[in-house]
């Protein structure tokens, strides 16, 4: 089945203690972004990849990094988490046709980080 | 720059009624145009795209979208509502195959 998984679906930290949220796809997709999504703001943009070792910053880099070493994996590094980064995130991909425009994105089901 | 605008923060409708999400964008150049769905606690899930193809675009559960360059729109519509419409909306803008932004989203709730 084609998915986009991401890990832990949940979780509760405190300030500084660093964390990953993995995220993986088994669709091929060249493209994979992280997005962060609080009330009343949306979704934005943290980081995306166009493919293995190209990163660049979204809206919303502050305090995030990420890592894209394989295709299917793009992991997103919370060095020293705060408080304000408590969030739901959620991880997408999608293939990169020839034109260059992505197609639709396929969204994991979310990855609800609370940073006391 | 690339924006888009959701007009509606919530819009409410009885069951049965139509619907209409209002989305505008700002794009330099011919944008790829999506709306998405997010039902509680769950991801998002693609409802329809415009790629430059037909200005009507048909999507999942009787939801359509009509991407009108002259007014920068692309409003979702739906002629009868159900109940199990309600979620939240988003709309978003592609270009030039980087970022794909988002609306900051339209819950809609239906009431019987």
């Known amino acids: 089945e084609a998915q986009v998984t991401q890990n832990p679906r949940y979780l509760i930290t405190v300030t500084g203690k660093k964390l990953t949220v993995t995220c993986s796809q088994n669709?091929?997709?060249?493209?994979m972004s992280w997005y962060r999504q609080d009330p009343g703001l949306g979704l934005r943009q943290i980081y995306y990849?166009?493919?293995?070792?190209?990163?660049d910053k979204g809206d919303v880099p502050e305090g995030y990094k990420v890592s894209r070493k394989e295709k299917r994996n793009f992991p997103l590094i919370l060095e020293s988490p705060s408080p304000n980064q408590t969030s739901l995130y959620f991880c997408?991909?999608?293939?990169?046709?020839?034109?260059?425009?992505?197609?639709?994105?396929?969204f994991g089901e979310g990855s609800r980080l609370t940073v006391l | 720059a690339q924006s888009v605008t959701q007009l509606d923060s919530h819009v409410s409708v009885s069951e049965g009624t139509p619907v209409l999400l209002r989305c505008n964008y700002s794009?330099?150049?011919?944008?790829?145009l999506f709306w998405y769905v997010q039902h509680p606690n769950k991801g998002l899930q693609l409802l329809l795209k415009?790629?430059?193809?037909?200005?009507l675009v048909k999507g999942i559960n009787g939801f359509e979208a009509e991407f009108k360059k002259s007014e920068t729109s692309f409003h979702l519509t739906k002629p009868s509502a159900h109940m199990s419409d309600a979620a939240e909306y988003f709309c978003?803008?592609?270009?030039?195959?980087?970022?794909?932004?988002f609306g900051k989203g339209t819950t809609l709730s239906v009431s019987s």
């Open positions: 990849s166009m493919n293995v070792e190209v990163t």
């Open positions: 415009y790629t430059s193809a037909a200005t």
């Open positions: 794009s330099s150049y011919s944008p790829s």
């Open positions: 997408a991909s999608t293939f990169l046709p020839d034109r260059g425009q992505t197609g639709e994105l396929f």
């Open positions: 669709m091929n997709h060249e493209y």
């Open positions: 978003g803008l592609n270009q030039a195959g980087t970022a794909l932004i």
